[in-house]
């Protein structure tokens, strides 16, 4: 897919391969679930992110065509760990093969940093060798918190640091991103998330170090590009 129109730097392929296509709306109906999955596994999307309840379905539907994805601890964080843990099982074993999970912030606040290190290191035991992804709620941080989560998410054996839920007060920031780069250990990817809402945008967190965008404007962007290009 290349359109003529787009005229910036980065191959809109390239930017669409490191999309998780996202619909964790609370009003999401499989019909618009199975859109999602049809419009990822078209424009050739990392994953598809969607609420656990639809994850078996739709990894049928998708037959291995594309990842799909999910949340849990979602999107507050303040599960008990042993309820985060039996999500992560549920849902790989319903057919996910990437968890995005929501770390509790409070704990943070509290500078309860080994009990965090715990929780992700046990959400990852259940995982079974499928992708984490940790979420830490930027907008929620001091930058002081940031840089010690980049330090346990980076300890954990956790394969990303993730910005944001998408539920609060902020999303994804360059700032954030930057940090992320500057602090985690190699090894560990970045995913930027909330509030993508241009292709200029998506190219400049990719630039700065993100390996995954959580969006679902992207790929309406694209669509909308090809619309008014026929």
């Not at 009990?115 to 992700?120: A, S």
Request: charged residues 25%; aromatic residues 6%; glycine residues 8%.
């Amino acid at each position: 897919m290349n359109i003529e129109r787009w005229n910036f730097s980065m191959e809109l392929n390239e930017i669409l391969s490191k999309v998780d296509h996202t619909l964790l709306a609370q009003t999401a109906t499989w019909a618009e679930i199975k859109a999602i999955c049809d419009d990822g596994m078209k424009y050739g999307c990392a994953s598809v992110c969607i609420p656990a309840s639809y994850v078996k379905q739709a990894a049928e539907y998708v037959a291995g065509q594309i990842a799909v994805c999910t949340v849990i601890g979602f999107p507050n964080g303040y599960d008990t760990t042993a309820s985060k843990c039996f999500e992560a099982t549920d849902a790989v074993n319903n057919g996910a093969s990437e968890i995005d999970m929501v770390i509790n912030i409070g704990w943070v606040k509290d500078q309860r940093w080994n009990d965090l290190l715990e929780e992700i290191k046990a959400v990852k035991q259940h995982c079974e060798g499928k992708l984490l992804k940790v979420i830490i709620e930027t907008c929620l941080l001091t930058d002081d918190e940031k840089i010690k989560m980049c330090e346990i998410v980076s300890d954990s054996g956790a394969d990303y640091i993730k910005t944001s839920t998408g539920f609060s007060t902020g999303g994804a920031t360059f700032h954030d991103v930057e940090l992320f780069a500057k602090h985690v250990k190699p090894g560990v990817k970045i995913k930027a998330a909330g509030g993508i809402s241009s292709l200029e945008d998506a190219e400049k967190f990719i630039e700065l170090g993100a390996s995954r965008l959580g969006t679902s404007r992207v790929v309406k962007i694209v669509k909308k590009l090809e619309a008014e290009k026929q």
